[in-house]
């Protein structure tokens, strides 16, 4: 880096420079932003802390504990608001460092928290839905169940089957008469030379259970109703349904796949004469939470159709179209006054999903008003975050908390 500035110095001189660097008074925080980030992702975690009104970062904290945090904020008598997210860590902080500020809880994060307990709601009801689709689609392409035909032995498989179960019968006797010495069942398994598991199922049991051979099943059937489910979700390339088929333990080849498929699903090369129309992948839950949240304005004509479908479908998921839109407006208008006649309506609208929502907010009742009613966000810290983020990959691991600090705190 610094050959191409003609800069002579080495890396060590640079980096106590940089740590040489004083740091800049932090002078009165009036509203403050606070907000974690990680060192390692799920493991290690610290502190952002940014002034709302100047857009400055003022200081990094090694770790997101609540005594940490609050310890800060406690040196900071003069804060009036914390903007934060909707975890309890710097809820506990702030209430504990600045019991005088009002907290402001994110309206990203109180979106966030909707949208997850709508997912849950509309995964119900599309789980259900595709369930009866699938059950559908295999019971209007399975194979004839032709009643099971008989089976005309010769004498000779005859007198083989005989002879088997006779030694079966054998087998057994010398179980139960090394079980009546006392024997364990690996010394006996041992000495009979059977498996483990047949000598302890043969002792459970009162009589030597049969050996019933019953009517052909071919591997391939156990895995119909996911083979089928799979097509009619999109999935038309053969090889790699006989891969996925494979991975959850079929046993079979790859023709008997194919050739199924030829014979059985709507669109293979058997009925692809016809001009059969392939019905559009279902929609996943996570898409059908995103056309709820948004602005109906805003989306497009297909997917208003689709949202006028979703509503259709069940009268559960049109009252929750309805409830999160009203949520919705409310946060982009920032009408908090109008929460609790929201809450009400979600407690009378018996979706578990939603009322699971309203119990996070009545917890954190006072920051979430708040948030829905003042215009401070956690916008600006969430920023802040991802350029430390770039710093910090800027070190390529090999950098400190206290370096990181540093440049976090005097970068431009």
Not at 60 to 89: C, F, N, Q, Y
Request: aromatic share 6%.
């Amino acid at each position: 880096m610094t050959d191409p500035m003609g800069i002579q110095t080495s890396r060590h001189t640079i980096l106590r420079r940089i740590m040489a660097l004083p740091a800049e008074p932090v002078g009165p925080v009036i509203q403050l932003g606070i907000d974690d980030f990680s060192f390692k992702r799920g493991r290690m975690f610290g502190t952002l802390l940014v002034n709302m009104q100047t857009h400055r970062v003022v200081d990094v904290l090694a770790d997101r504990k609540v005594e940490t945090s609050a310890a800060w904020m406690a040196s900071h008598p003069e804060i009036e608001l914390v903007s934060r997210d909707r975890g309890g860590d710097y809820a506990s902080a702030a209430a504990t460092g600045t019991p005088q500020a009002v907290q402001c809880a994110d309206r990203f994060h109180m979106l966030k928290n909707l949208g997850e307990a709508l997912e849950g709601c509309l995964a119900r009801h599309l789980a259900a839905k595709r369930q009866k689709q699938t059950q559908e689609t295999v019971d209007a392409h399975s194979p004839i169940q032709h009643a099971p035909r008989s089976v005309r032995r010769s004498p000779q498989v005859d007198r083989l089957q005989q002879a088997y179960r006779a030694e079966r019968q054998a087998c057994y006797e010398q179980v139960m008469a090394l079980r009546k010495l006392g024997m364990s069942q690996a010394t006996i398994a041992e000495r009979v030379g059977i498996g483990h598991s047949t000598v302890s199922r043969w002792l459970a049991a009162s009589t030597l259970p049969e050996t019933v051979r019953g009517p052909y099943v071919s591997r391939l059937d156990p895995y119909l109703p996911y083979l089928f489910q799979r097509w009619e979700s999109g999935c038309h390339n053969m090889t790699a349904l006989f891969h996925e088929l494979v991975a959850r333990g079929y046993k079979g080849s790859y023709e008997s796949v194919r050739d199924h498929l030829v014979r059985q699903l709507p669109g293979g090369k058997k009925n692809a004469s016809k001009g059969a129309k392939l019905s559009p992948a279902p929609l996943s839950s996570r898409q059908a939470t995103f056309l709820f949240l948004s602005q109906p304005e805003k989306l497009e004509t297909e997917e208003q159709e689709t949202v006028r479908q979703l509503r259709q479908s069940q009268p559960e998921a049109d009252l929750a179209y309805d409830l999160v839109q009203q949520f919705a407006q409310m946060l982009r208008t920032r009408r908090g006054e109008q929460l609790d006649t929201w809450l009400e309506k979600v407690r009378a609208s018996q979706i578990r999903e939603l009322q699971s929502f309203v119990l996070g907010i009545e917890r954190d009742k006072a920051a979430v008003v708040a948030g829905l009613t003042l215009p401070q966000n956690n916008g600006l810290v969430e920023g802040k975050v991802n350029k430390l983020k770039l710093i910090k990959r800027m070190g390529y691991g090999r950098a400190g908390f206290a370096l990181l600090r540093q440049r976090v705190l005097h970068a431009l």
